[in-house]
């Protein structure tokens, strides 16, 4: 079956540096996508991966590992707006997006 | 207005009882999604639309019927709502269907069925 893990929740501090994880089994592969949720809110794009590496955006970065089924989304200098969850999703063989549960992210002052 | 609109926002509804969720973009995107998001699970894909005048099923459809008869209009309704269909529901729409279809989602729709 299809499948995407990431931790459920993760606390960390104002200031500092944090990386949530992801890991997926699925039938294909088109791309990871990671995206932002904050509370009662919808999700945002933050990021896409379909090569091997790291892409940098800003604060954020994100890696992609495809022989190893495995993504981390890197959050530096973090900020009280970045407590959120973060959503982990891959493009399976049919382009459908297939989504982990999300991280929550508590950022502690 | 600019992304996707949904309506309602929220919506308390009694078993048994029909109810259609709107969703309008105006993006002109090719292709539009609906979502259910319930608590430690990750978005679910009720149907989809790659295209006006096709649907397709997604890995929850059961219970869902959705309609595309334009580009900007994807509603979604169920036909005779059960408890088990409380959820928050999102629409969500990009470009085309392919490669890195980005999503832009409404605001979601919460929905109670008692």
């Known amino acids: 079956g299809q499948n995407i893990d990431q931790p459920t929740e993760m606390t960390a501090t104002e200031g500092a540096i944090v990386q949530i994880n992801c890991t997926y089994q699925t039938s294909g592969f088109n791309g990871l996508f990671w995206y932002q949720q904050h509370a009662g809110e919808a999700p945002t794009f933050l990021s896409y991966n379909v090569l091997d590496g790291l892409e940098e955006k800003g604060r954020f970065s994100s890696f992609l590992s495809r022989s190893k089924g495995y993504s981390y989304l890197l959050l530096k200098e973090l900020q009280m707006k970045d407590s959120a969850s973060y959503l982990c999703a891959v493009g399976d063989s049919n382009y459908q997006l297939i989504w982990g549960a999300g991280t929550k992210l508590i950022i502690k002052p | 207005i600019a992304g996707i609109t949904q309506a309602p926002t929220s919506q308390i509804l009694a078993a048994g009882r029909r109810m259609t969720l709107r969703c309008t973009q105006d993006?002109?995107?090719?292709?539009m999604y609906w979502y259910r998001q319930d608590l430690g699970l990750g978005l679910r894909l009720i149907h989809y639309?790659?295209?006006?005048?096709?649907?397709g099923k997604g890995e929850v459809p059961d219970g869902y019927s959705v309609s595309r008869a334009n580009t900007d209009d994807f509603p979604l309704t169920l036909a005779s709502a059960v408890p088990s269909q409380t959820s928050v529901y999102f629409c969500?729409?990009?470009?085309?269907?392919?490669?890195?279809?980005?999503?832009?989602f409404g605001a979601g729709s919460r929905l109670t069925v008692l």
């Open positions: 969500a729409s990009s470009v085309d269907s392919s490669g890195a279809n980005v999503l832009t």
């Open positions: 639309s790659n295209t006006a005048g096709t649907t």
């Open positions: 993006m002109r995107h090719n292709a």
